[in-house]
Nanobody
Framework: QVQLVESGGGLVQAGGSLRLSCAGSGRTFGSYNMGWFRQAPGKERDIVAAVSWNGGNTYYADSVKGRFTISRDNAKRTVYLQMSSLKPEDTAVYYC?????????????????WGKGTLVTVSS
């Protein structure tokens, strides 16, 4: 069993930065690929970024490439999402999730464990 807890959300002005953290429990945390997803009001939950179990491979949605960076520290059982140059359209609840499939196969239907989410609001 793995539990995931997100933190770091909040209100930020457009152009600002935030760093989200996802703390995981369980001795096998470091064996799994991780992803950050987001869900805006009235929209589906979509993948934002993903990182392989050892941090060696990453994936980014086109909408965040060059602005967001995903990383992980397995010793701390934590995954991070550094968000810069934030835009109002980045406003959403951000979720971290854990899965065993390759990061290229990650989707909302393939993840095994989910956190409860953290709200990011970007004002214009």
């Amino acid at each position: 069993q793995v539990q995931l807890v997100e933190s770091g959300g909040g209100l930020v002005q457009a152009g600002g930065s935030l760093r989200l953290s996802c703390a995981g429990s369980g001795r096998t945390f470091g064996s799994y690929n991780m992803g950050w997803f987001r869900q805006a009001p009235g929209k589906e939950r979509d993948i934002v970024a993903a990182v392989s179990w050892n941090g060696g491979n990453t994936y980014y949605a086109d909408s965040v490439k060059g602005r967001f960076t995903i990383s992980r520290d397995n010793a701390k059982r934590t995954v991070y999402l550094q968000m810069s140059s934030l835009k109002p359209e980045d406003t959403a609840v951000y979720y971290c999730a854990l899965g065993s499939l390759p990061i290229a196969s990650m989707s909302t239907h393939t993840m095994t464990y989910w956190g409860k989410g953290t709200l990011v609001t970007v004002s214009s």
